[in-house]
């Protein structure tokens, strides 16, 4: 049985949509037990009972707005998220998704969970949505602002360990995200990462990555400090809206076009879904000694239904417990 921690207040929605999520999840999943965090009395109106499903109370839990994660964790540590979190630390729990905070769940992985020994800093990794369906890592997507770039070599050896393994894709190539294809183009942050990558024999790296690209590139593992990659996960779910609304309203224009709607629907709805960042579920905080998966804040229902169907799958393919192994194997050699 796999067990999942959640944070049951975490998220713009919370609690409605993460109880509802859950109880979806128990649904579809037979094997995964699910260890809810939050305020009994708020859930309550949301909670049905369930033999696989348990509840841990606790009032306090952490507004998406926290200015002072630091802070919040050394003050609220009854807050739900590390109450989860701390179920995962004890062995209580194989992974934690939560939809809360995204910088107070950074240090809770730092001060709770653990980073493994072979990685300087964690990222924020999620699969973000690709022109072929099969989706593509992005990462750091807004742990960190300020890395160096040695940093970005970490992450693009965990994460090709990661696709190799668990996206099953044969020699994971990694792009770097930059504003010019050409070696040279970028920041000196940029320079200096091309050339550490491009002499790396443990990753296969594939050269400058224009954001324009993105969707649509061959490459598996796109990486950027947490800034660039932030704004460019941002941009993309912006696009779809605004692409999505844009195609809605030329539909509505014409009775031609509403009549070509009811014919194409499956090629529609198919075209949403890939595009749809709730179909993907939420990003692994990479570099933690568990799994630990970051929902998006405004998830719905069925987002974070997915955010614990990842967790889930995380767990089932050993991936931590597999990237910890070829680390040290790297580490002796």
Do not use: W
Request: aromatic share 6%; glycine share 10%.
């Amino acid at each position: 049985m796999i067990r999942i921690a959640v944070d049951g207040m975490g998220g713009d929605f919370a609690p409605e949509v993460i109880v509802k999520g859950s109880l979806l999840a128990l649904e579809k999943f037979e094997n995964i037990h699910i260890t809810i965090v939050g305020d009994e009395t708020k859930m309550g109106p949301f909670l049905k009972k369930h033999d696989r499903l348990e509840v841990v109370h606790t009032p306090t839990y952490l507004e998406m707005g926290v200015k002072d994660p630091i802070s919040a964790y050394r003050t609220q540590k009854d807050a739900s998220m590390f109450m989860a979190m701390n179920l995962v630390k004890e062995g209580k729990a194989d992974a934690i998704v939560t939809a809360g905070p995204t910088q107070a769940l950074v240090v809770g992985g730092h001060f709770i969970i653990r980073k493994m020994p072979q990685m300087r800093r964690i990222a924020i990794a999620p699969i973000i949505p690709s022109y072929d369906g099969r989706g593509r890592i992005l990462l750091d997507s807004g742990a960190n602002v300020d890395l160096r770039p040695e940093h970005l070599h970490d992450f693009a050896v965990f994460a090709s360990i990661v696709a190799k393994n668990v996206m099953k894709r044969e020699n994971p190539q990694v792009g770097l995200i930059n504003i010019g294809s050409e070696e040279g183009k970028g920041r000196e942050f940029d320079v200096e990462a091309y050339k550490i990558l491009k002499e790396s024999d443990k990753v296969n790296f594939a050269g400058n990555i224009e954001p324009k690209e993105v969707f649509v590139t061959d490459v598996d593992i796109l990486v950027a400090d947490g800034f660039t990659g932030n704004i460019v996960m941002k941009t993309m779910e912006g696009a779809a809206l605004g692409l999505g609304k844009v195609l809605k309203r030329e539909i509505k224009k014409s009775f031609f076009g509403k009549i070509g709607a009811i014919f194409m629907k499956k090629s529609l709805t198919n075209f949403k879904k890939s595009l749809d960042a709730s179909e993907i579920g939420g990003a692994l905080l990479m570099g933690l000694n568990k799994v630990v998966i970051k929902a998006h804040g405004s998830s719905n229902d069925y987002a974070f239904y997915n955010a614990i169907r990842q967790a889930k799958e995380m767990v089932e393919t050993k991936v931590i417990e597999t990237v910890t192994q070829i680390l040290s194997k790297e580490d002796e050699a």
